[in-house]
């Protein structure tokens, strides 16, 4: 937003003004007592003209406060970062030979000194905030004129007093955003009034009896809702939302929907009441983004790693499924992390974990360590079954055997007698060895001389 500052060079003289607008002052009880011309945090931009630009010259700019104390000085147009408040602003021109005036914040404009300088008369300048979010203004009038004969009117003005619109009531609604001064307008009905129309200035407007007031300044901010999703800006910033992001926490329901508890029909999910916009897990822990075994991994990642969303260990090799998607060690487990592993492996990366089958025989570790057998071995008995189907009793194709029971895994005799392993006479032979030595393996003294087969053939005397 601009707004003119208009500067002459008087040829007499040589010295420099403004043009500045005068009028009355009228009370309102509502919004700034002096107009407004920018918002805060906008630049505060002003046009200069006829100053002297020659060569030796030198032109600059002040702001003051309403006692001529220099708040800021810019060496060009706009200033910037201007705090909300009611300021004068100056052009100083001067010459950059001999002693140079002193612009600096604190100074009087009046006990600037040097030796060539050329000061301008001030121009008002509001720098207001904002002060309206709803864009209707409506306010109190007192102090008017109301004796019979004479109108009560109010007009409504850009920054650059610009008539935008006139009303016979003290209320303007549906404004946009911007910067904007209301005044009070009193004028004897029978003498009428000019000028008073959209598009004027309004200190063009003219009457045998006219009262005009003083602006009365408001900056209208409308919440914005950057991403639509029912909460404003800054209400997602107390929230701890992203405003740029209409469903901060991925879980269905945007974070208007959540804060407030009112459904909104565009997204996939209904709300029933509030919840917590940062948590995912709420109030649909089967969110994709909730972490509901808290594991690491949400519903979504588990999903696409084939883990179990609602065990935090899936394959119960103790480290947890996060840790082994991705790589990062969670200090809860027992075992440290180093690198990426195989989640719905228990042997990865630890082939000694409990869950591990490390020799396929079709029991954990855990399980072999319980029923006694070897877990390096998947036949500890050497019977022909493994130990899966010893303890279990469910077959194995890939063994020679047919398991049709349990059996014990660590009896190379059950279930079947005649495994090669088993010694069925108890010569201390088995039967394989009994088939090498060429004896009975159902005799265990086959040459009937006192000593048994065992005996002879290991020479180990069996007492």
Known sequence: MQRNLY????????KLFLLIPFLWLCMLNKGYTQACQFKTGDPVA??????????????????????GIIQYVAATLPF????????????VN?????VLPNLSAGININAIGGDCVEVSAGLAVGVCDCNNTTGNLTL???GNNTTSGYTQSFALTDPDGTILAVSATPAFPGLSDGVYNIYSVNYETSGGITNYTIGNQINTITGSCVDVSDA??????????????GLDDVDEITAGTDPLNPDTDGDGLNDGEEVLGVDDPSTPLVATGTSDPLDPCDPNATSPTCDQDNDGLTNDEESTAGTDPLNPDTDGDGLNDGEEVLGVDDPATPIIATATSDPLDPCDPNASALTCDQDNDGLTNGEETTAGPDPLNPETDGDGLNEGEEVLGVDDPSTPLIATATSDPL?????KSTASTCDQDNDGLTNGEETTAGTDPLNPDTDGDGLNDGEEVLGVDDP
Do not use: H, K, M
């Not at 002003?46 to 309403?66: C, E, H, M, R, W």
């Open 411 to 415: 009896d190379p005799c059950d279930p």
């Open 140 to 142: 109190n009038v007192s």
């Open 216 to 229: 009365l300044g408001f900056v209208v901010c409308l919440p914005t809702d950057t991403d639509g999703d």
């Open 94 to 98: 001067y010459g950059t030979a001999g």
């Open 46 to 67: 002003l046009n200069a003209s006829g100053y002297n630009n020659t060569a030796g010259y030198q032109q600059n700019y002040v702001l003051t406060d309403n006692a």
């Open 7 to 14: 500067v002459s060079r008087l040829i007499e003289t040589g």
């Open 80 to 91: 910037t970062g201007v705090a909300a408040g009611q300021y004068i602003a100056y052009a």
